[in-house]
């Protein structure tokens, strides 16, 4: 199975982002692959049938959906047709956190971070499908962000991180209001997968109970007391279980040393990184490498 890296592509080293345009048919198919970074896709124009995992669904012009990190995924271009997309391809963590801080965004990113989350099919039926205003709006922010990367005037950084945060923000406001008419889970399960999904973006740096209650505006003690009731497990227990099946996949993946993979994984000790990984799965991180393969 190919992966894909951001390395492959022509974004600058110091800068995590890059988007191109593709045009695809039945001689120039993306075969199933993975990739390491986070892929926003918009459908610019055409049709064809998207692989994903075990389940395939059709696409079409103004669709917009996301694959995270280490999904598997690909299209399938019938006879006569083609497909053109825009990808945006940036690393999970790409928003940063002092913007979500200071612009109290925790509540207005569901498009980025509990959508892509959603169990089986249930994600493709609520992925977007945009129209008229919307999708030049979107198509006019991704014009933008192509044209910035391009050209690389300076500042073109800032200008290229609060642009994606617009589009979040954008396509959170479509999802929410199109979910609205057909049914939204409670509000403390939204709060809990709003959490989990600021963890897989973020596993990678420091968190801490005080820093998410800050976010999301509740207390560490509710904050904890809602995880238990919806996911039978305490915050900083999520926390970890994340942290342990990103290490796997490392492991398994990659000759990454042990110590650079508990500095991936978000640990800052490669001690307690082992410590932690052995209690968890049973067996030290070498030890796991070598079972696995």
């Not at 892929?39 to 064809?48: F, N, Q």
């Not at 509990?114 to 945009?130: E, I």
């Not at 999520?238 to 994984?265: G, P, S």
Request: glycine letters at 6%; proline letters at 4%.
């Amino acid at each position: 199975m190919l992966i894909k890296s951001l390395n492959q592509y022509k974004h600058p080293r110091n800068f995590p982002f890059w988007i191109q345009r593709n045009r695809h048919d039945e001689r120039d198919m993306p075969h199933l692959h993975i990739h390491e970074f986070v892929e926003l896709i918009y459908v610019a124009s055409g049709r064809a049938t998207h692989l994903f995992q075990d389940i395939s669904y059709e696409i079409g012009e103004g669709d917009v959906f996301i694959i995270n990190p280490g999904e598997k995924h690909g299209y399938m271009v019938g006879a006569g047709q083609n497909i053109q997309v825009i990808n945006c391809l940036f690393e999970p963590g790409f928003i940063p956190v002092y913007l979500l801080r200071e612009l109290s965004l925790s509540d207005r990113l569901d498009f980025f971070y509990v959508q892509p989350f959603l169990n089986g099919d249930a994600r493709f039926y609520h992925k977007l499908k945009l129209r008229g205003e919307t999708a030049d709006k979107t198509k006019g922010i991704l014009e933008e962000l192509h044209q910035e990367m391009q050209q690389q005037k300076p500042g073109y950084q800032a200008l290229v991180q609060l642009r994606m945060t617009e589009l979040f923000i954008l396509l959170s406001r479509y999802y929410n209001e199109r979910n609205t008419n057909i049914g939204m889970p409670s509000s403390s399960e939204l709060l809990v997968r709003r959490v989990c999904g600021y963890v897989e973006r973020h596993y990678d740096q420091k968190i801490t109970l005080p820093l998410l209650s800050e976010l999301f505006y509740i207390g560490v003690r509710q904050l904890n007391r809602q995880f238990n009731r919806h996911l039978g497990t305490s915050v900083i227990g999520y926390v970890q279980r994340i942290r342990m099946e990103r290490a796997k996949r490392l492991l398994v993946e990659t000759d990454e040393k042990i110590n650079q993979i508990a500095e991936l994984v978000g640990y800052e000790d490669a001690a307690s990184f082992s410590r932690t990984f052995t209690r968890e799965v049973g067996c030290p991180p070498g030890k796991y490498r070598e079972q696995s393969r």
